[in-house]
């Protein structure tokens, strides 16, 4: 029998050091949370008898616990004896005492029984309690510390022998996860992807499906650059290019309907120079921009411009948790007639994407843009979000140029790029069990 300490920052360090050190067989003594880390002890060839032996033997003794303070204190009650009557004195006696020094009066007749006292209890002082209630609230501490890491470890133990199993008995789903994964899909949206797969999986669908499933889970609008037509604002946070995705929107009505069909409406009055940019941008186009700074201005703006055959509507990029969210969705809301257009950043994280959507929810809006393509390294956390939500994309825009930078929505199109930009290999086993190991020994 092998055993041997380990010592890492967190439990699943220290168990991917045991696994790769001892293998799959090893089997863990004891786990302690230390100043620098977690402690484990494992052991390979374990044989618990062997231990018990070696214990009983030749293990030193455990340290008695200190006894506890006695807390009462019995004392046995001595009845005092009855004092015996005093002499009977004359009266010419008493009366020639001195004053204050009178003799003792005799006890009544019938005297009453000695009442018992209740035993003495040693009251502890505060500064005795309080050692006992830190030790007392330290070992409680220490004791949810350990059930935790217990926990943390047959979590991750019933996962890796649930990943194990999965991808023994259905090898060709394991495939599609991990080409999943590598894609950078989030684990739900692939676990509901591999869903839909049929039962019997040759390893060229393996291959092929995960790209197709992807591509028909997209949800396209089918608006294309030359049906920009209506009142459209574009919402989105701050930094994800709205201002820029008007302006090549606009050119491209320009160029089918005509500058004097064509009106920009800015909204935002919080940013520095957001009013300046758009109105350089409507120099160049010739078109007209109206400044909006509340319900009232921009209905009256709106009433101005009926009959255009584009209104493209610049707001303020706000943060969710920012209280102007709400004024600013009220204002478009308040409106009417407007067709809203979420702008996400593809190259901004799954869960910034997923709050900015969560955020806007109110606002109900119809689509969404996605730009900066161009700057993402990876494009499966935006993928997650919108097939999670079922968002319709209008376009995609990856780079500055206006009008040339921007495009029609297409799936096949969307999909392709996501793989080509990808140059990550396989995802390690241990990341493929966190990720897909509780949920399928949960199935």
């Known amino acids: 029998m092998k055993i041997k300490r380990f010592v890492a920052r967190d439990m699943r360090q220290a168990m991917r050091e045991v696994r790769e050190e001892q293998g799959p067989d090893a089997v863990i003594l004891s786990t302690r949370r230390l100043a620098e880390g977690i402690e484990v002890i494992a052991a390979i060839d374990y044989d618990e008898a062997l231990i018990r032996e070696a214990a009983r033997h030749g293990a030193p003794s455990a340290e008695a616990p200190e006894a506890a303070p006695a807390v009462a204190v019995d004392e046995p009650q001595i009845a005092a004896p009855t004092p015996a009557a005093p002499p009977k004195r004359p009266l010419h006696a008493i009366a020639a005492a001195p004053a204050g020094h009178l003799p003792p009066m005799p006890p009544p007749s019938r005297m009453e029984p000695p009442v018992a006292m209740p035993p003495l209890v040693a009251v502890p002082s505060p500064a005795a309690t309080n050692p006992m209630i830190d030790r007392t609230a330290q070992d409680t501490a220490r004791l949810r510390a350990e059930l935790g890491?217990?926990?943390?470890?047959?979590?991750?133990?019933?996962?890796?022998l649930a990943w194990n199993d999965m991808d023994r008995r259905q090898p060709q789903r394991a495939r599609v996860l991990r080409e999943l994964t590598r894609l950078g899909i989030e684990a739900d949206v692939a676990r509901a992807l591999v869903g839909e797969l049929p039962d019997q999986l040759s390893a060229e669908q393996a291959r092929y499906l995960p790209l197709g499933m992807l591509s028909r889970s997209l949800v396209i609008s089918g608006r294309g650059l030359s049906d920009v037509a209506g009142v459209t604002a574009l919402v989105g946070p701050t930094g994800v290019g709205k201002t820029t995705t008007i302006a090549k929107l606009a050119a491209r009505a320009v160029l089918r309907h005509g500058a004097d069909q064509v009106a920009l409406i800015s909204t935002d009055h919080y940013?520095?120079?957001?009013?300046?940019?758009?109105?350089?941008?409507?120099?160049?186009?010739?078109?007209?921009?109206?400044?909006?700074?509340?319900?009232?201005?921009?209905?009256?703006?709106?009433?101005?411009?009926?009959?255009?055959?584009?209104?493209?509507?610049?707001?303020?990029?706000?943060?969710?948790?920012?209280?102007?969210?709400?004024?600013?969705m009220d204002v478009l809301a308040a409106a009417g007639g407007l067709r809203a257009c979420l702008v996400l950043a593809a190259n901004a994280q799954s869960d910034a994407l997923e709050q900015s959507i969560r955020a806007y929810e109110p606002l109900q809006p119809q689509a969404c843009i996605l730009t900066k393509l161009d700057e993402a390294p990876s494009l499966g956390g935006a993928l997650s979000v919108l097939i999670r939500h079922r968002l319709p994309l209008d376009y995609t825009t990856d780079g500055q140029r206006v009008p040339e930078d921007i495009a029609e929505a297409n799936a096949r199109t969307l999909v392709c790029r996501a793989a080509q930009s990808l140059k990550t290999t396989a995802p390690d086993e241990s990341l493929m069990a966190e990720r897909f190991g509780l949920a399928v020994a949960s199935a």
């Open 149 to 160: 890491s217990m926990r943390e470890m047959l979590e991750m133990q019933l996962s890796s």
């Open 271 to 328: 940013r520095i120079g957001a009013a300046a940019q758009l109105e350089h941008y409507g120099r160049l186009l010739g078109v007209r921009v109206y400044p909006a700074h509340d319900v009232a201005s921009l209905r009256k703006v709106l009433g101005l411009l009926q009959g255009r055959q584009t209104v493209l509507v610049d707001t303020a990029g706000v943060a969710a948790s920012d209280p102007r969210m709400a004024q600013q």
